[in-house]
Nanobody, 123 residues
Framework: QVQLVESGGGLVQAGDSMRLTCTASGGTFSKYTVGWFRQGPGKEREFLGVISWNGGSTYSSDSMKGRFTISRDNARNMVSLQMNSLKPEDTAVYYC????????????????WGHGTQVTVSS
């Protein structure tokens, strides 16, 4: 069983960049794919992207392409989400999650979740 903790959220202005980190403990991190999701106020949880177990491939949603990038460092049990050119509509709680099912986009395909980190983008 793996535990996930997100960090790096906070308040930024539109156009700024932010890097979120997902740190894992308690399991063999490299056996999991790791996805990022977000949930804005009054919205459904949204899939952003996923990275393979070795970081060799990623799959991103259309809303993420061009601005957000996922990377991975298994030696440090960490996955990062680099977000550039942030917009007020990016305001949400951001979650990382781990899956044994591969490069999945559905939330129910993930076995373990962090508690989330709040990102607020002011205009």
């Amino acid at each position: 069983q793996v535990q996930l903790v997100e960090s790096g959220g906070g308040l930024v202005q539109a156009g700024d960049s932010m890097r979120l980190t997902c740190t894992a403990s308690g399991g063999t991190f490299s056996k999991y794919t790791v996805g990022w999701f977000r949930q804005g106020p009054g919205k459904e949880r949204e899939f952003l992207g996923v990275i393979s177990w070795n970081g060799g491939s990623t799959y991103s949603s259309d809303s993420m392409k061009g601005r957000f990038t996922i990377s991975r460092d298994n030696a440090r049990n960490m996955v990062s989400l680099q977000m550039n050119s942030l917009k007020p509509e990016d305001t949400a709680v951001y979650y990382c999650a781990a899956s044994t099912l591969g490069m999945v986009s559905a939330a129910h395909g993930y076995d373990y979740w962090g508690h989330g980190t709040q990102v607020t983008v002011s205009s």
